[in-house]
């Protein structure tokens, strides 16, 4: 069965670094997202994107965040200085249309831990 | 601003048991709601949606309920197994709204 891949599963930063989150979505999905759980927290979106434009994103998803899908596979969160404040699961997900009812897909999360 | 509150925050029952864990929104326009199993360290996979339209709908020994009118939602596990150990996660969208509005889970552990 086709899943979201994720890579990697744990990445460790210093402070003021620049991480790149990587994601592989289900191959005939067109529609990327990328969410991210602090511990103990509730998830929370972050950013949408579709036909290489944002489609949406939230007050989380400030300029030191950015996204890419810089080939036909995978879709990229930078993050361009950590904060300590960073830390959190980040879970990509895809879809095959924005629509609600269609379901969006959550890959395995890859977690980040800045110190 | 759109909330979505879950109860209880966590449960712990017996291998067999059935139990209920409960959701309230406040989201407007409401679209639909899902609910998600979160296993630890991993992503959310989809149980059910429901529509404004839909009271009730069932996937094997889960059963979620609708009541649009007092905004709350429900999910059943029947018979409970020790693999249902996880997270259970009330999602709501906003009509209209690509984004999703999350509650904090129900965490659910079952004992042998």
């Known amino acids: 069965e086709p899943e979201v891949t994720q890579t990697p599963s744990h990445q460790v930063t210093q402070m003021g670094q620049e991480v790149i989150l990587r994601c592989v979505p289900i191959?005939?999905?067109?529609?990327f997202y990328w969410y991210r759980q602090i511990l103990g927290q509730k998830v929370e979106f972050l950013v949408s994107?579709?036909?290489?434009?944002?489609?949406?994103k939230s007050e989380i998803f400030d300029d030191q965040f950015s996204v890419e899908r810089p080939d036909g596979s995978n879709f990229t969160l930078k993050i361009r200085s950590t904060k300590l404040e960073d830390s959190a699961m980040y879970f990509c997900?895809?879809?095959?249309?924005?629509?609600?009812?269609?379901?969006?897909?959550f890959g395995p999360g890859t977690r980040l831990t800045v110190t | 601003k759109n909330q979505v509150e879950q109860s209880p925050q966590s449960l712990i029952i017996l291998e067999g048991k059935n139990c209920t864990l409960q959701?309230?929104?406040?989201?407007?326009?409401?679209?639909?709601l899902r609910w998600y199993k979160q296993d630890t360290g991993r992503g959310p996979v989809s149980l059910t949606i429901?529509?404004?339209?839909?009271n009730t709908k069932s996937n094997g020994r889960y059963t979620a309920t609708l009541d649009a009118d007092t905004k709350q939602s429900s999910l059943h596990i029947t018979a409970s197994q020790l693999s249902d150990s996880a997270s259970y996660i009330c999602?709501?969208?906003?009509?209209?709204?690509?984004?999703?509005?999350f509650g904090r889970g129900t965490s659910l552990i079952v004992h042998p």
């Open positions: 997900a895809s879809s095959e249309s924005p629509g609600s009812n269609y379901e969006q897909y």
């Open positions: 191959s005939n999905h067109l529609y």
């Open positions: 994107f579709y036909n290489n434009e944002i489609s949406e």
């Open positions: 959701c309230n929104y406040t989201v407007s326009p409401f679209s639909n």
């Open positions: 429901m529509t404004f339209s839909e």
């Open positions: 999602v709501v969208r906003e009509g209209g709204s690509y984004i999703p509005t």
